[in-house]
């Protein structure tokens, strides 16, 4: 990372500018999306619906069509890898909220609790597939390559992440690999696909991949910290989720190494054993501030997004490019 | 189909001509196969091993090498196809074998019963991934298109399935729609990708795709038969897998219809409420014989597996044309 620091913004920051620019290319994509979601089959399209009008922001799909624009894009070559990126990224949701037992999602009942676990997987399969069928529209080999790739680390990070989820005694390196790969990859995918789409140079790609790759990974830390500090209002998911779960997030691997000795027992019994009553995740809160896990994990996601802005340089004064700094001093205000 | 019946075969079909005109070819395939599921992320080789360790005969990649070269290939283009082939088939068996709670696959204990339902999800998205990989490698923008579609062709199968898998009153029509999506599409597009890789003219292309096709559905037929008739050693699965699960295929929907309401509080019993008792499969089995049923399906899979071997008159004297021939007839004769 170029910064090491977080630099404190004046006014809160916005994606308001990044929304107008893209809003009518992202009338396009969502109409891309709602096409390509039909099937013969209902359930295909009632599940994919329930999931995917549940998604207001379009964040994916926005980074591939701002990365794009931002290196010159001056066709619509773009909007159909912008639908396929939010159609991988759609179906790993479905099958996370499996593989987790997820109660909700982005603010919904989670779909395998409506439709079943077996319509979740298979309904994931579909979009993936599709996913591939509107790349194959988009005829770019390049794209298709990038994707393809990032479908497939996604896949480790998230089996990595499936072995590893309860090592209280995690390394931060080794949390980070697991969330560049499950998070950060597609990000990097879906900022680096819009560039290539765009005939980007290979200096241009390389810094949209970049970029998309730090703040996937600001936008996860964050995330694992609302997990902590949120409101379900506000995340689309129920908070303290993490903790139930036992998951090995950076908030709690700060909090269980900064407390010792004195707290190993308490973690042990409710990470490690799952054994926990109503009070335990307040507790957890109070010894990650206590012991400024939360803080620590909100400042790196902070550097991260610093190094994101700085991975932009190479654009020089383009309008698209404070937009998408922007997006990045939200990714991390969010926790506000 | 063009062929109305069955042709007696004085000898019994074998596809040992075929396996050894193609070993050196598979040889390869094997090698990209064993390369390709690599992974750091150890549970992924070992639980993707344990699945394509237990397939011997490796049935749709050498449908996608032997296409090849009957259409003309004198190139390895196809090999990479022919590994993305069996991904993808493996991906969807570990995914329907947590979709359908199976207890054994290819004469092994499923892997969601080893490693868990969520890593049989998560390594068939690995390897799902990993097929599109293969096809970005294998450079052939019409292969990746015909593979995509089947994959999701295949899902929009099982999820149709899925939804009227207990329906008795099934029509012959919907269920052959079933097995052609879900089963019969892989098989096809299998074929058509090796003709498309040998750069077969269009015709030869459809050849190869209504030949890979129709043996699906014949494949298929078998299956569905032998799951009423067979033994689990030749099954690699559980007989009487399909009954328990109530699941509405041929030879139960035959029987169904042709016992009317004489048996319809057997059926109802057992299929539609599944409440079995031991003895129960056995009356299943009786009723299939007495009505003909099973007898229905094994002779509608010759027809097909006629009006597959009919698809490649075009290909003329071939060498690898007779062999293809032998496959189609050894598919239906397994059943004896």
Known sequence: MDAARTVADPE???????????????VKVDALIREHMDS???VIPALADHLIAGSAKRLRPLLTVAAARLAGARNEACLK???????????????DDVVDSSQLRRGRVAAHLIWGAPSSVLVGDF???RAFELMVAAESMPALEILARASRVIAEGEVLQLTRSHDMDLSQELYLEIIRAKTAELFAAAAEAGAVSAGASPDKQAALR????DLGVAFQLVDDALDYSGEAGTLGKNAGDDFREGKATLPL???VRRTGQ????????????REQEPADLDRARELMRQTGALQATLDLAGRYAQSAKAALAVFGADPWRGPLEDLADFAVARHA
């Open 127 to 129: 979009l993936f597939a």
């Open 40 to 42: 013969p089959v209902p």
């Open 210 to 213: 970049k970029y998309g790759q």
């Open 253 to 255: 691997l700060l909090a």
């Open 12 to 26: 809160p920051p916005s994606i308001d500018a990044l929304i107008s620019m893209s809003a009518a290319d992202m």
């Open 262 to 273: 004195a707290e190993r027992a308490f973690w042990d019994r409710t990470v490690d054993r």
């Open 81 to 95: 890898l912008a639908a396929a990126v939010e159609f991988i990224h759609t179906a790993t949701l479905l099958h």
